[in-house]
């Protein structure tokens, strides 16, 4: 067990390992000349060569990664070209709306989609299953923007009952906080229940078709304890990776509700960063939200062996 | 010798035609136990023809120039003359969505076309190869853990934003998944019984590969490259409606509704009805992948 974890986490370090070659090779090689960005457009080519060196751009490629990757591990993302702030202070501030808009995704999610997939595949092949599963091949394919958009023109539009767009932070009034992050929760949250919905249902029915279903039908127990206490503990598994698979790929649904509801998050702080060309911005934020990502599907990974007893490594 | 001739026509057609005759009547029992089994799969496909059909037809559709700006009548309700009304600069709605499927249709088309070839070629190698396996398949897991949007809007900003860099830039995110379900076919195949006989027999292993494994990848690539088809039409009017799509000259749903943001208080049908487009043309793709799946590929159910 011991072992498996130590393999599992060694595995992950050539996927780090590669994912900052492609970002770093994907914004130096095919972004240009960052000491021109830096130097502005009618810089004197000394002054270009100056910014050049003082960044080390004038070594090799290769001696570049290894500068890069060094700072990494110290927690030195660089500093913007814009602003001149560190990257990792810049990522810093974004970060506690993206994960508190994180958090009520999963919130408005979780009790909703279970319960739903369950009765899915318990009623399946029923009209009740078939209209649960339209609902869900509806909720996969409206994009997230245009249900945010939506949900503005009736709620805050239409209906003064939530403000259209913006943010208040915690820490300055809670219950704003959270009034605003319903919209934006929701409209995003709708691809994830679709998601866990058909992932919960397709599970389940897999479940349900096992002998001990049977046998624990057979002994008379309530179909509810079957379904609950039988079930769903052993459906608990694939379900649990998709959550976690949730997580992550929100960053990336975030990057667009952030827009629409104008919530100064990570997301939003890597369009505006690309609008800006501010290549150390959007090359600290990538490496950030991926790292996230991998580390979550470590995580996801580790949880199999934890708590599945029949998984031997 | 004249009378010869038309026998010998005789008889060379009648076997034709009822070859084909033939065809058609198992085509038609075919769609007919589809309709029976899968009558989803229609309704997808008929919304996708609509959109389709929409699509090549643009120019008769009573549309106008879709980009041409008229200010005097700007945020102008549907009416008549402009069935989906106006957006701020005046420009006609419903030609714009029409055109905007052209857009959305061909970058969704191209982009599961070139995943499906490229999984195609690197799965069946990754599968094969124990050698190049994990280095590809390394490479694969590092891409994937980019989010995808942002790996795109990145890679299309560095590229610039050209019809052919954004169909780049989505193939590049989104084939990694396909590359994953071609190797793990080719896995499967690989250990098939069919495949031990024709090594057994002495055969190639392009041999083997080409005409014992390559059709078992044919049937999941299909189902995969239609759900990829469906999430390059949305990840594309992200990219657009964030700004880093193609040309904003080239009328497209996410451009739309971007432009359409700022004046969704007065005018909700400037992003209302490329919204819809949009969802109608994902949901019906996805129907058919959904369907396609059940239909080809039972083992694939299970992977939701």
Do not use: C
């Amino acid at each position: 067990m011991s072992r498996y974890i130590v393999r599992r986490i060694l595995a992950s370090i050539p996927v780090l390992f590669i994912l900052v070659i492609i970002i770093f090779g994907l914004l130096r090689v095919a972004g240009g000349d960052p000491a021109a960005v830096i130097a502005g457009k009618d810089a004197p080519q000394w002054q270009i060569e100056a910014i050049r060196k003082s960044l080390g751009l004038d070594q090799p490629l290769y001696v570049q990664l290894g500068i890069y990757i060094k700072n990494i591990l110290t927690g030195n993302l660089g500093e913007s070209i814009n602003s001149k702030v560190p990257v990792i202070e810049l990522i810093g501030k974004r970060v506690v709306p993206t994960i508190s808009l994180a958090i009520a995704v999963e919130v408005l999610t979780l009790p909703i989609s279970i319960p739903l997939g369950i009765i899915a595949a318990w009623k399946a092949n029923t009209w009740i299953d078939r209209s649960i599963m339209v609902f869900a091949s509806l909720g996969f394919s409206i994009p997230i923007f245009f249900l945010g958009f939506i949900l503005i023109w009736v709620f805050a539009l239409n209906l003064p009952w939530f403000p259209a767009a913006g943010y208040v932070p915690p820490t300055e009034n809670f219950g704003r906080f959270l009034h605003r992050l319903i919209l934006p929760g929701l409209s995003t949250a709708i691809l994830f229940w679709a998601f866990l919905t058909r992932m919960t249902r397709a599970t389940m029915i897999e479940v349900l078709q096992e002998d001990y279903i049977r046998t624990a039908r057979s002994k008379g127990l309530a179909e509810n304890a079957v379904l609950l206490r039988h079930a769903l503990k052993n459906a608990a598994l694939p379900i649990a990776t998709v959550v976690g698979w949730g997580i992550a790929e929100l960053m990336a649904g975030l990057v667009v509700t952030e827009q629409v509801f104008a919530i100064p998050g990570l997301g939003r702080l890597i369009v505006d960063s690309i609008v800006r060309r501010d290549y150390p911005v959007i090359q600290g934020a990538m490496i950030v939200v991926s790292v996230v990502q991998v580390v979550v599907n470590l995580l996801v990974d580790l949880s199999y062996a934890l708590f599945d007893p029949r998984i031997k490594y | 010798m004249q009378d010869s001739t038309p026998s010998i026509q005789i008889e060379t057609q009648v076997p034709e035609r009822s070859v084909w005759a033939d065809r058609w009547k198992s085509t038609r029992k075919t769609l007919r136990r589809l309709w029976r089994k899968h009558p989803m799969l229609y309704v997808g496909v008929f919304f996708l023809s609509i959109m389709v059909l929409m699509a090549i037809l643009a120019p008769f559709l009573n549309t106008v120039d879709p980009i041409k700006v008229a200010p005097a009548n700007r945020l102008l309700p549907p009416s008549g003359d402009h069935w989906f009304g106006t957006d701020f600069v005046g420009r006609d709605v419903w030609s714009r969505a029409v055109y905007g499927a052209r857009n959305s249709l061909s970058i969704g088309a191209a982009v599961a076309l070139a995943s499906a070839a490229s999984a195609g070629i690197i799965g069946l190698f990754a599968g094969y190869s124990r050698k190049f396996d994990e280095v590809i398949m390394r490479i694969m897991d590092a891409l994937m853990s980019i989010p995808n949007i942002l790996l795109a809007i990145a890679l299309v900003s560095i590229a610039g934003g050209s019809i052919p860099n954004v169909i780049g830039a989505i193939t590049l995110t989104v084939a990694p998944r396909a590359v994953r379900v071609i190797r793990s076919q080719v896995l499967s195949l690989k250990e098939a019984v069919y495949v031990d006989a024709a090594r057994a027999i002495g055969a190639k292993t392009s041999r083997i590969v080409f005409l014992h494994v390559f059709p078992g990848t044919i049937a999941p690539m299909i189902v995969t490259a239609t759900i990829i088809g469906a999430g390059a039409i949305v990840v594309e009017a992200v990219l657009s409606f964030l700004g880093a799509g193609p040309p904003p000259e080239i009328p497209s749903w996410g451009t739309m509704m971007a432009d359409g943001r700022r004046t969704i208080s007065q005018a909700m049908w400037v992003v209302g009805f490329p919204g819809m487009f949009l969802t109608i043309t994902v949901l019906s793709v996805n129907i058919i992948g959904d369907n396609l799946r059940d239909i080809l590929d039972p083992k694939l159910r299970r992977s939701g």
